[in-house]
């Protein structure tokens, strides 16, 4: 279960802030991200598998025991031999604070603590996609796209699925009620595996409403496009 210092993901926000950010807006900022370090509410972690698939490329794709339709995995050329399924967590002390805070009619700083909170997510999130692609490198394999469910391509309902196929027991993330990740701060992800995949030119953010508008999505392009 490999684990990764907060204060790498913290600092990491520190040198990156989101462009055009008023003084107002940066200020509240800035504590949110003292409070998280002083009071230590991050507890990162993450955990993937690279799992074979049960049976040829086809759709439904079929991979340790599990069925998932996830058809934009299949490639054009190249062979898709197994799926790599991670999840990533920042715990759930971020959550109960965020939530305190709220109670306490700091909303303010709840919300600027809940926008790094998600911003380390999404670090973490790259921190993982960058690990399941080295262990991939490393088996002589290449790997391409990624997926979460919920995205245009992979149903919310694969959701259980890709948690048992990820193991993500291991590091506390289940689902609590419907398809709602625990803790909330928490993402999964699902990616092809195989023998000379081509590069995909589809990003998981390219069908999304909000993209035109979305401050993050320049800043995590890069995780999304397949890597040879």
Avoid at 15 to 37: C, F, I, Q, T, V
Avoid at 56 to 85: I, K, N, V, Y
Avoid at 137 to 158: Q, V
Wanted: aromatic share 2%; hydrophobic share 45%; with cysteine.
């Amino acid at each position: 279960m490999p684990l990764i210092r907060a204060v790498q993901l913290c600092q990491e926000a520190e040198r990156n802030p989101p462009p055009d950010l008023s003084p107002a807006r940066a200020r509240l900022r800035g504590a949110a991200l003292a409070l998280l370090e002083r009071e230590e509410l991050a507890q990162p972690a993450y955990c993937f598998r690279l799992v074979p698939l049960d049976a040829p490329a086809g759709s439904p794709l079929r991979a340790g025991g599990e069925e998932l339709l996830a058809d934009r995995l299949l490639p054009d050329s190249g062979e898709l031999t197994g799926l790599a399924c991670g999840a990533c967590t920042l715990g759930p002390a971020l959550e109960a604070r965020i939530r305190g805070l709220f109670g306490d009619r700091q909303a303010a700083l709840a919300v600027a603590l809940d926008e790094v909170a998600n911003e380390l997510v999404l670090a973490l999130g790259r921190r993982l996609f960058d690990r399941m692609l080295m262990e991939a490198r490393r088996r002589g394999l290449t790997m391409a796209g990624e997926l979460r469910a919920g995205d245009p391509g992979l149903e919310l309902a694969a959701q259980p699925a890709v948690l048992r196929l990820a193991e993500a027991a291991r590091i506390g993330v289940a689902l609590h009620g419907g398809q709602l990740l625990k803790p909330i701060k928490s993402v999964t992800m699902v990616c092809g595996i195989g023998r000379d995949l081509p590069a995909s030119h589809w990003s998981r953010c390219d069908e999304c409403p909000s993209a035109p508008r979305c401050r993050l999505r320049a800043r995590t392009a890069g995780a999304s496009v397949a890597a040879l």
